[in-house]
């Protein structure tokens, strides 16, 4: 109040405090500044913020995995610390490469220079070693990959394929093209209902003829009724082509949605293979075609013995084809069923299940786990699960040789096996029991005993014969079916 009364009689004195006043109020807005420092450990990528498995530095000193940096790059060409852009320059001048350079590559080495490097460096100097490698070449392996006064390599009009139109189709699309409608850009209500009315009654092509046929009405219940209805009514009333409907009926959901609404669990599933056992977690609650798939498959043996026919390293490795060549199997459908895509299921990481196909919607039973993160090929492959369990035999697994020509693992192949450690031991019992049948407690149901109660009798049994000790002791030790054989 004093200070108040003083400025109403004074200029000076109001003037000074209108500045204290404003002073007062910024210094009361303004934020206190908090710190925002995240220490990074030295043994960590700098752009997955995770412990680096290939590292790589920039000249900076800043450290990077090499299988997180390289698709960064390749993607954005950009430095993700500094923001950088990434251009191509000649190694020895680091002349930035424009559309005016000239450009010449080593044919021995690959590598690529500015044509003023190699001119001033080699040819000049008479010393034909390559800048980078010291490798020697000749004049004649110096390769002109653009020169400013010579640009007729590039006029695209002149090119054999632009000339005769030829490309490289993919299947499907040559498939799609035997399709009439395929040629039909767009096309309005009243040609649809045509060609729909031409298709219905042409009755020279029974394939065509029997697309047209109206599918049979399907019965609702409780459980598979839609809180929509067919449409049947609506679509009647404004067609000439459909026969006139008057109820309304709710349409019947698909039987796979509404079995698949009730699960909510993840799947587990323990492949036992020749270098260990994987143990997999299905993502049943959200791929649940997929999982039913590969679990009904586990469950009749669809998969004992089968060789994983496919090992890339630093990739991935397939299996789950009986033909052991790639393009067998089957679903437990007995045909291709459609893909599934999360966008919160990548093949982000080590360990990725994921369904093997031959294109869209032709997943069937074989799958293949990466070995490292191969995100281009989502929305491509379809991720229902992953290894929890059992990274050294994935390990192992990698570490097989392949044939660099055909990814086809070499002796000693990777292959699942078809028994487990219950089998093992019931395999011991049987021949327990026909060695020494006075021994035996016959009363054991088979059906129905678990590993610890077979192990024990096998045991016991081991200790009263030193031939069946050795026998046992081949059975626990099998790895292979032949093996066991």
């Known amino acids: 109040v004093y200070f108040w009364s003083m400025a109403i009689h004074s200029f000076p004195f109001s003037f000074f405090f209108l500045l204290l006043t404003l002073s007062a109020i910024f210094l009361l807005s303004a934020e206190i500044p908090q710190a925002n420092f995240r220490r990074l450990p030295f043994d960590h990528c700098s752009l997955s913020l995770q412990p680096f498995e290939y590292p790589m530095c920039t000249p900076e000193g800043v450290v990077f995995d090499l299988m997180s940096i390289v698709p960064w790059i390749k993607k954005f060409g950009t430095n993700p610390i500094s923001g950088e852009v990434r251009k191509y320059h ?9 559309n005016n350079s000239h450009i010449v590559a080593n044919k021995v080495t690959g590598n690529v220079f500015s044509h003023e490097a190699v001119e001033q460096l080699n040819i000049k100097t008479k010393s034909y070693k390559d800048l980078l490698t010291d ?38 699309e040559e498939k799609a093209k ?44 409780k459980l598979n009724a839609a809180h929509y209805s067919t449409g049947r009514v609506s679509a009647s009333f404004t067609s000439t082509a459909m026969a006139p409907a008057t109820i309304h009926e709710a349409d019947a959901i698909a039987d796979d949605a509404v079995r698949y609404q009730y699960v909510k669990k993840k799947g587990y599933v323990r492949l036992h293979t020749n270098k260990g056992d994987l143990n997999l977690e299905l993502h049943c609650d959200k791929i649940p075609k997929a999982g ?16 994983f026919h496919r090992s890339i390293r630093n990739f991935m490795i397939q299996g789950g084809d009986p033909t052991g060549t790639g393009t067998g199997g089957e679903s437990c459908w007995g045909k291709p069923f459609k893909d599934e895509f999360k966008p919160n299921l990548s093949h982000t990481g080590r360990g990725v299940l994921s369904m093997a196909n031959s294109g869209p919607d032709t997943n069937k039973s074989q799958f293949f786990i990466t070995f490292r993160s191969c995100t281009y090929l989502d929305r491509k492959h379809t991720v229902f699960g992953r290894v929890v369990g059992g990274f ?38 049987i021949v327990y029991a026909v060695t020494l049948p006075e021994m035996c407690p016959s009363e054991m149901p088979l059906t129905q005993t678990g590993v ?31 093996e066991l054989n």
């Open 178 to 221: 035997q399709d009439p409608a395929y040629h039909l850009k767009s096309t309005n209500l009243e040609t649809r209902e045509t060609l729909a009315e031409l298709y219905k009654e042409y009755k020279g092509d029974e394939l065509l003829a029997s697309t047209m046929k109206e599918p049979e009405a399907k019965k609702t219940d």
């Open 392 to 429: 050294e035999a994935l390990t192992a697994m990698e570490n097989v040789e392949s044939d660099p020509k055909t990814d086809r693992p070499k002796v000693p192949k990777v292959f699942l096996c078809h028994f487990s450690a219950k089998r093992k031991y019931l395999f011991c019992y």
């Open 452 to 482: 610890p109660a077979l192990l024990n009798v096998c045991l016991a049994a081991a200790l009263r014969s030193p031939l069946f000790a050795f026998i046992f002791f081949c059975c626990r030790s099998a790895e292979s079916p032949q």
């Open 292 to 307: 039913e798939n590969f679990i009904k498959l586990c469950k009749k043996g669809y998969y004992d013995g089968t060789i």
């Open 90 to 98: 000649c190694p020895v001048l680091y002349t930035v490469f424009t």
């Open 135 to 172: 490798e020697p070449f000749t004049r004649q392996d110096i390769i002109t990959l653009q020169d400013p006064t010579n640009l007729d390599k590039f006029n695209v009009s002149d090119f054999f394929h632009v000339k005769n139109n030829l490309k490289v189709l993919d299947p499907d």
